[in-house]
């Protein structure tokens, strides 16, 4: 059984069709309203919604909003907003499940962790939280990624016009399904890294001629590639 779990309690309007895929699928799927950041909706979703369910084996925590902004305009209540749904919700995840025999936990990043983002202090510092905690349940012998994501195609924040234009002249290239499914199976390996990053990017346009940081400095010259 799949148990999706949102605020809403609702499949999101603009996945109308994935869902009908979902329900077409021979296992049973269920929709939970719940609101992970708060530690009484995580305990919920835990017991109360896995209620006459197998044993529970995994956790995808992918949830993740937006508050744009610079550095000087950001305000507590513009980091509250970003950090609870996806820095408070894993944390709280993370104690309820404690004890239970998980086969994976999976955090869905973002490259705004590894490269960062001027407008996106507080999401950047948010997922930077994320791949804290998949090395800190690593090295406490517990199963746990994080995946660093680039924009994806079809789903997700930057699946919309202008901010994928924007980031494809930054030299971004998208995440397909096919490429994606991958990058999650290889980060559910135990001998994947605890973080791993998928972004397909031009190197070139990216860098934009300027001198690579030490830690990009064996792809400046490289052909761009993804």
């Not at 999401?123 to 660093?148: E, H, I, K």
Request: hydrophobic residues 50%; contains cysteine; proline residues 7%.
């Amino acid at each position: 059984c799949v148990v999706l779990a949102s605020r809403s309690g609702t499949p999101a309007a603009s996945a109308a069709a994935e869902w009908a895929q979902l329900l077409q699928l021979p296992t049973e799927v269920r929709v939970a309203r719940c609101d992970a950041a708060e530690p009484s909706g995580a305990r919920w979703l835990i017991t109360q919604a896995q209620a006459g369910l197998p044993p529970l084996r995994g956790v995808y925590h992918a949830a993740g909003v937006l508050a744009d902004g610079l550095p000087p305009s950001q305000t507590s209540q513009a980091l509250r907003h970003v950090y609870a749904p996806k820095a408070v919700a894993a944390t709280w995840l993370q104690l309820a499940t404690s004890t239970a025999p998980l086969r994976a936990f999976l955090l869905f990043s973002s490259t705004s962790a590894l490269l960062g983002a001027a407008a996106q202090p507080n999401y950047s510092a948010a997922n930077t939280s994320l791949d804290t905690l998949a090395a800190c349940r690593r090295s406490s012998a517990f199963v746990a990624a994080a995946v660093q994501w680039g924009p994806w195609a079809e789903v997700g924040m930057a699946s919309g016009g202008a901010v994928r234009e924007r980031l494809q002249e930054q030299g971004f290239g998208l995440v397909g399904l096919a490429r994606g499914l991958e990058a999650m199976q290889t980060a559910l390996r135990a001998s994947a890294p605890a973080v791993l990053a998928v972004m397909p990017v031009s190197w070139s346009r990216f860098l934009g001629g300027v001198e690579a940081p030490a830690f990009l400095s064996a792809f400046a010259q490289s052909a761009p590639s993804s």
